[in-house]
């Protein structure tokens, strides 16, 4: 059974910093998807990435695949208040496109 | 274009009693998924279904029913609720294929006394 773990749990920063979070898996992913969910909402895609070392950029949020595709990280820049919300990272199977999340990382972006 | 919507919202429910919480997508979906998120745990897949008339267990199915009769519904049924069964549940649509992404409704909070 695959095993998504994302750090840190928790983060709370004040706006303009900069900060990192980390999806890694007990093994390869097929393709690895990372949401966004806010307070009384359901998750919303932010990215798909597949290949090994890719990295997709989306305004000031950067998305980079490990090389061995077992790991990745959200790099976001310059926070503001609307990054608030629960990041999860999905591992999606090939056939029937099911999604393996991870426990997610809770944002709080203080103005 | 209203998505994924649930209903209902929110319920509270007694141990034994019996609910079912609607999904409809009006997106054309083949696929359709059923996940609880509770605290720390992330999204756990209860059952999904590949089209209309198929439905499949995922990785928590114990407890829980579902049935796709039309292809923009998708039900789920708690037969004889239980207090480990409180939960957000969140229901999602995808167009079949490799990397598509999953479209989700809004969730429904389900307590069980």
């Known amino acids: 059974t695959q095993l998504l773990e994302q750090s840190p749990q928790f983060l709370s920063i004040q706006e303009g910093e900069n900060l990192t979070v980390y999806c890694n898996s007990s093994s390869v992913f097929s393709s690895l998807q990372w949401y966004r969910q806010e307070p009384g909402e359901g998750p919303v895609l932010l990215v798909t990435v597949v290949t090994g070392g890719e990295v997709k950029k989306l305004k000031r949020l950067t998305f980079q695949f490990g090389d061995a595709r077992k790991d990745s990280s959200l790099h976001i820049t310059a926070a503001q208040p609307g990054d608030t919300g629960l990041y999860l990272c999905a591992d999606q199977e090939t056939s029937g496109s099911r999604l393996t999340f991870g426990e997610g990382t809770q944002l709080t972006v203080n103005p | 274009n209203a998505g994924v919507t649930q209903t209902p919202k929110f319920r509270v429910l007694k141990t034994g009693q019996s609910m079912t919480l609607l999904c409809a997508q009006d997106?054309?979906?083949?696929?359709m998924y059923w996940y609880r998120q509770d605290p720390g745990m992330g999204l756990r897949l209860i059952h999904y279904s590949v089209g209309e008339g198929t439905t499949a267990k995922g990785e928590v199915p114990d407890g829980y029913n579902v049935s796709r009769l039309k292809k923009q519904n998708f039900l789920l049924g708690l037969e004889s609720a239980a207090p480990s069964q409180t939960s957000v549940y969140f229901c999602?649509?995808?167009?079949?294929?490799?990397?598509?992404?999953?479209?989700f409704g809004d969730g429904t909070r389900l307590s069980i006394l």
């Open positions: 997106m054309n979906h083949e696929y």
């Open positions: 999602a649509s995808s167009y079949s294929g490799v990397l598509q992404p999953q479209h």
